[in-house]
């Protein structure tokens, strides 16, 4: 079985960037699309970023494109995302889980579909 943790949240100010990283055990990650979400106090989980099991594709939100970079490394089995221009309302618990397939979800942000669900960590942007 394929399990996921996360790392490297934060506090940070706005405009400042942070590295998450997913670690993966058990199963090989690369069997799988792997993707990005947050779930801002209050509100629902959201898709953030997908990239596909090579790592040769990637789809953002809108509301991180231009900012947020995924990248994955399979020998290391590790999903990274550099995070730049960071805002208040990127202020969340992140998450990273598989997908059931090599790749994304056709719909960016999809969250049906992932499961090995990390536990989290902790963003908070905020001067």
């Known amino acids: 079985q394929l399990q996921l943790a996360e790392s490297g949240g934060g506090l940070v100010q706005p405009g400042g960037s942070l590295r998450l990283s997913c670690a993966a055990s058990?199963?090989?990650?690369?069997?799988?699309?792997i993707g990005w979400f947050r779930q801002a106090p209050g509100k629902e989980r959201e898709g953030l970023s997908c990239?596909?099991?090579?790592?040769?594709?990637?789809n953002y939100a809108d509301s991180v494109k231009g900012r947020f970079t995924i990248s994955r490394d399979n020998a290391k089995k590790m999903v990274s995302l550099q995070m730049n221009s960071l805002k208040p309302e990127d202020t969340g618990v992140y998450y990273c889980?598989?997908?059931?397939?090599?790749?994304?979800?056709?719909?960016?942000?999809?969250?049906?579909?992932?499961?090995?669900w990390g536990q989290g960590t902790q963003v908070t942007v905020s001067s």
């Open positions: 889980a598989a997908y059931v397939a090599l790749g994304c979800p056709t719909r960016v942000g999809a969250i049906d579909g992932f499961d090995s």
């Open positions: 058990g199963w090989s990650m690369d069997s799988y699309a």
């Open positions: 990239i596909n099991w090579s790592g040769a594709h990637t």
